[in-house]
Nanobody, 123 residues
Framework: QVQLVESGGGLVQAGDSLRLSCAAS????????MGWFRQAVGKEREFVAG????????YYADSVKGRFTISRDNPKKTVYLQMNSLKPEDTAVYYC????????????????WGQGTQVTVSS
């Protein structure tokens, strides 16, 4: 069982930065690939970024490449999403998810989800 708790969301202006954190409870966190997803109002949830269990491989949606960076700290059982040059279209609820046995890519089986954290970017 994996429990995930996101934090770090908020209201910012376009061009600002935010760092989201996701704290995990899993005893085997160091062997679990992780991902970040987002869902805007009226839209389907979409993959944002993913990272392998070791941190050696990362994956990004085209819309965030070059602006967002995913990372992890296995001893702290935490995964991060550094978001720079934020745009109004990045406004969404951001979810952390765990992909046990997977790679952290967009097509993984994300079996565990956090409750989400709201990110609002004003123009």
């Amino acid at each position: 069982q994996v429990q995930l708790v996101e934090s770090g969301g908020g209201l910012v202006q376009a061009g600002d930065s935010l760092r989201l954190s996701c704290a995990a409870s899993a005893r085997t966190f160091g062997s679990i690939a992780m991902g970040w997803f987002r869902q805007a109002v009226g839209k389907e949830r979409e993959f944002v970024a993913g990272i392998s269990w070791s941190g050696g491989s990362t994956y990004y949606a085209d819309s965030v490449k070059g602006r967002f960076t995913i990372s992890r700290d296995n001893p702290k059982k935490t995964v991060y999403l550094q978001m720079n040059s934020l745009k109004p279209e990045d406004t969404a609820v951001y979810y952390c998810a765990a992909d046990p046995g997977g790679l952290g890519d967009p097509y993984g089986e994300y079996d565990y989800w956090g409750q989400g954290t709201q990110v609002t970017v004003s123009s």
